[in-house]
């Protein structure tokens, strides 16, 4: 009687682990990717500015490594800390001139999050 027990308590903590895992494994609980943010950067124009023909600022977009490269005034990306990081605070009008600089339209707060989950997560390129 007892090993019955044990077995079905085995059973129970085993389907809920892989549950879980299962559930973390899932793209909409995934960490948004480089891709997901430069998105953002073409749908609001961000690189007609900060891009390879213009770079407004010193500050290029449309690649990985310019974007993490920063401005003439250094890096706007801060790895693990979107709250220091200048291009959140600016998308966010927390400094002005809010970018982007002809806006409205604004980066909506969902957008906003997307990135911010990125640097959270350490920024990385892939
Ligand atoms: C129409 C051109 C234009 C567009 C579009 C634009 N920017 Fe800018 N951006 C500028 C200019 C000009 C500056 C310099 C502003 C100043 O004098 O402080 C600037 C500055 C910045 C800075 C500040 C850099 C620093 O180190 O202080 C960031 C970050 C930035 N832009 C990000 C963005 C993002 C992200 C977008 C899209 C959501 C965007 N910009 C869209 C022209 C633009």
């Known amino acids: 009687m007892r090993n ?3 077995a079905a308590a085995c059973v129970l903590i085993l389907s809920l682990f892989i549950g879980l895992n299962g ?3 899932q793209k909409e609980g995934a960490a948004p ?3 997901d943010v430069s998105a953002i950067f073409s749908k ?3 690189t007609l500015c900060h891009g390879s023909v213009k770079a407004s600022y010193g500050l290029a977009l449309h690649k990985y490594e ?3 490269k920063g401005s003439k005034n250094g890096p706007v990306i801060v790895p693990k800390d979107p709250a220091k990081s200048m291009l959140v605070r600016q998308i966010k009008g927390e400094k002005q001139p809010r970018m982007p ?3 409205p339209p604004w980066v909506t707060e969902n957008e906003v999050q997307v990135i ?3 640097i959270a997560a350490g920024a990385a390129k892939e």
Do not use: D, H, R, V
Request: charged content about 10%.
């Open 66 to 68: 310019s974007l993490m």
């Open 116 to 118: 911010e989950k990125w």
């Open 44 to 46: 609001y124009n961000c």
């Open 23 to 25: 559930a973390s494994g």
């Open 101 to 103: 600089i002809n806006g």
């Open 4 to 6: 019955i027990f044990a």
């Open 33 to 35: 990717t480089f891709a």
